[in-house]
């Protein structure tokens, strides 16, 4: 028995998807299995707290100090509850980090909740003030006025193109139609990004809060929440938050009984990245193939089953009960002012402290990528940072003083989009990157428009072409004059910002394109065609290892003479250098 | 197919019979029987609104449906960003050597199907990949060998 503990210790298990990935699971179910030997031991789970980099972890208040119990192993349990109290013991075997050391230039309002509360809870999220917002908002607050608020505050849309939230509202607000809709877009299509994940499996009730009174405020009856199927944790958990708001008389016919009615639909994605485009998903929603249309007109007039709508990003959503709790003006007190507030970004890719952060708009990429995310993780610099995903840019280490802003973004070529931050290092190749997104967006295309659909296929030919040296220099002029063409003549935003990975990447990184075009050559190694294996024949033992494990038999010589590869048949799999037992085959 | 897997008239019971109600039937289908076959599509519009066409339309739209049956553990390689500059093509070339299948292939025992997906939501960790409903992170090689054995 544990009787040094004076009061209770509660730890919290990081159980959001990523922590589980990390191995989670087995710190809860170990945790459970011994805690009952302890007094005044209790666990519980919460969810991503945004330092994935130190999952699987246990967040815990001792003496007054709330701190990381990190990178944790289920061996590492027995030991760990033993020495709870005592710090130094306990750090001597375990990775302890005070919370507040690693939330240095953050400042957390959307996710102010998230890995901190037990997100299937209803009551950890009442004893964080939530939906005070909701019945502040339902009491004494109009409709017209809460839409003033939202537009006072200069909230701007956090699902990529950064519209006024308040003026959406007012629009949608205007439209005169007996039925009207509101969505919360969770489809959080852009790959390497992950905030909306967190902040819907870490604190569901906070969406929920936002889309009700978005409802409330535009005079809508009916909500949906259109996430992707991908998260079936975060679809899980809402629906949890669901059930318990309805309950509780926060959803339904008679919310707070205020004579104001509200439902929320949960409609699950089926894998299209093009249905996180309003026009797409409202088509989706239907229950037709996710083509997006001409805007105007704007789902706010004509939206869902040609009713007015609005739709709302997640992120958006969760900032809301926060502005309505604590006023418009100390919302846009932070940030700057055409980008007042927080933004939360995932960061990931080569970077030290991979995970969740939320900072006030205004600060430097350097701050971010060296300050808060540590610089790379590898042994090479960071390269470049990949903002937006396949409609943002890169931007290269030198331009790292770079306000994150949307107007500051944007003069990069790059975006400050719904919040993907991927950190690339030395090792990563440019031109390989943008093939890679060309990839994406060509297979994701929905087919419409014939210069997204024909034009990015004919960029990712080229693009092929140069990654294996088949290229030359008209081709670079003719990618160049396609990437105009198709950012001009696409109807939605998909196909208009496919060549921005492509601009931003030859803007600032020419070189690489022109190695692999005029010396056919790939410096960092990516580019497997490019790639030329030799044997330094000092080194080589012959051992005869890389003959016998060549699969297409390109390699000669015998026992105990230096061997060589004969490049023409060469495939360059890079077997003989994995197994080489002395280091002789070598990357050219 | 999972073992408690629904009829298609339980199926439009519980999603509806509009047009609307078509790809949460589509989902029914995929999540109870692993694929959704022509007959299965042919019924569905013979006892909804739905028109045969429309249906067969959506089915090929959306990525998370399958014509074909897929084996018993799908395993879906994360493409995504993150994933890509953390190595997600070595995660390929371990899976083709191990169970000697590529991506939209299955193993001869119908044990394995491989596929891949655009991004997982876990790029803190990547390279990522899931495994039915599971999610692997921080993988190597060595990692993801063990993970398969397991299965
Ligand atoms: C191809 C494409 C994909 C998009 N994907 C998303 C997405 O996954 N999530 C999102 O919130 N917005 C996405 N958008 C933006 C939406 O169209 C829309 O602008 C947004 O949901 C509006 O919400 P906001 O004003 O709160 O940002 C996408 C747009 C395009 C063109
Ligand atoms: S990029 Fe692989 S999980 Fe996001």
Known sequence: ?588 | MSDNARNIDQIIAMCGREEAAAIPILQAIQHDYGFISKEQMKEVCSKTDIKENRLFGIATFYSQFKLTPSGENLIRICKGTACHVRGADNLIDVISEELGIGIGETTADNKFTLETVACLGCCSLAPAIMINNEVYGKLTADKLRGILNEF
């Open chain 1, 1 to 588: 028995m544990n009787s040094k503990l004076p009061q209770s210790v509660l730890l919290k298990v990081g159980m959001g998807t990523c922590g589980i990935a990390a191995g989670a699971r087995a710190i809860y179910d170990k945790l459970e299995e011994q805690v009952k030997n302890f007094q005044n031991i209790e666990i519980d789970y919460t969810s991503c707290n945004g330092f994935c980099h130190l999952e699987p972890l246990i967040e815990t208040i001792i003496k007054g100090k709330t701190l990381l119990l990190a990178n944790l192993s289920a061996e590492q349990i027995p030991f760990l509850l033993e020495n709870l109290t005592n710090k130094k013991l306990l750090s001597s075997k375990v990775l302890v980090i005070e919370k507040d050391k690693k939330l240095k230039g953050q400042n957390r309002i959307v996710l102010e909740n998230c890995g901190i509360i037990n997100p299937d809870k209803l009551n950890d999220y009442l004893e964080k003030d939530g939906y005070v917002a909701l019945k502040k908002v339902l009491n004494n607050i109009s409709p017209e006025e809460v839409i003033e608020n939202i537009k006072k505050s200069g909230l701007r849309g956090r699902g990529g193109a950064g519209f006024s939230t308040g003026i959406k509202w007012d629009l949608a607000r205007k439209a005169q139609s007996e039925q009207k809709y509101v969505i919360c877009n969770a489809d959080e299509g852009d790959p390497g990004a992950f905030m909306d994940r967190a902040v819907m499996e870490g604190d569901p009730h906070r969406v929920i809060e936002g889309l009700i009174i978005c409802g409330y405020a535009i005079g809508a009856s009916k909500g949906y929440i259109y996430c992707r199927a991908e998260y079936p944790l975060a679809i899980m958990r809402l629906r949890k938050a669901i059930i318990d708001a309805k309950e509780s008389n926060l959803l339904g016919e008679n919310v707070l009984n205020s004579g104001f009615g509200f439902e929320i639909i949960i409609k699950e994605g089926a894998g299209a990245f093009v249905c996180g485009e309003e026009t797409a998903l409202i088509a989706s929603v239907e229950g037709q193939r996710g083509m997006p249309r001409i805007k105007p007109p704007f789902p706010a007039t004509k939206g869902l089953w040609e009713k007015p709508t609005n739709i709302n990003n997640v992120e958006t959503l969760a900032n809301i009960p926060w502005i309505i709790r604590k006023g418009a003006d100390s919302f846009s007190a932070l940030g700057t002012e055409k980008s007042p507030g927080t933004k939360v970004f995932s960061l990931a890719g080569k970077i030290k402290n991979a995970g969740l952060i939320e900072i006030e708009m205004g600060v430097s990429l350097r701050d971010i990528i060296y300050g808060i995310g540590g610089g790379s993780s590898t042994n090479k610099e960071v390269k470049a940072v990949q903002l937006g995903g396949p409609s943002g840019g890169c931007i290269p280490a030198e331009m790292f003083d770079t306000l994150v802003d949307y107007e500051s973004l944007m003069s990069t070529g790059a975006i400050v989009g719904s919040g993907g931050m991927v950190a690339v290092d030395e090792d990563t190749c440019m031109v390989d990157l943008a093939k890679y997104f060309l990839q994406f967006i060509q297979s994701e295309s929905c087919g419409k428009c014939t210069f997204c659909r024909i034009g990015t296929k004919r960029m990712l030919e080229i693009l092929t072409r140069m990654t294996e040296g088949k290229s030359n220099m008209e081709e670079l002029n003719k990618l160049r004059a396609l990437a105009q063409n198709i950012g001009v003549a696409s109807l939605c935003a998909l196909g208009k910002t496919a060549p921005n990975p492509v601009m931003t990447t030859l803007r600032y990184f020419e070189s690489e394109y022109l190695e692999h075009i005029n010396e056919k050559k790939c410096s960092t190694g990516v580019c497997k065609a490019l790639v030329i294996y030799t044997i330094d024949e000092q080194k080589c033992i012959g051992c005869t290892k890389c003959a016998k494990n060549c699969p297409v038999d390109t390699i000669s010589g015998s026992l105990k003479k230096p061997h060589y590869i004969h490049q023409e048949k060469c495939i360059k799999c890079g077997n003989c250098e994995k197994v080489c037992p002395v280091g002789a085959v070598s990357k050219l």
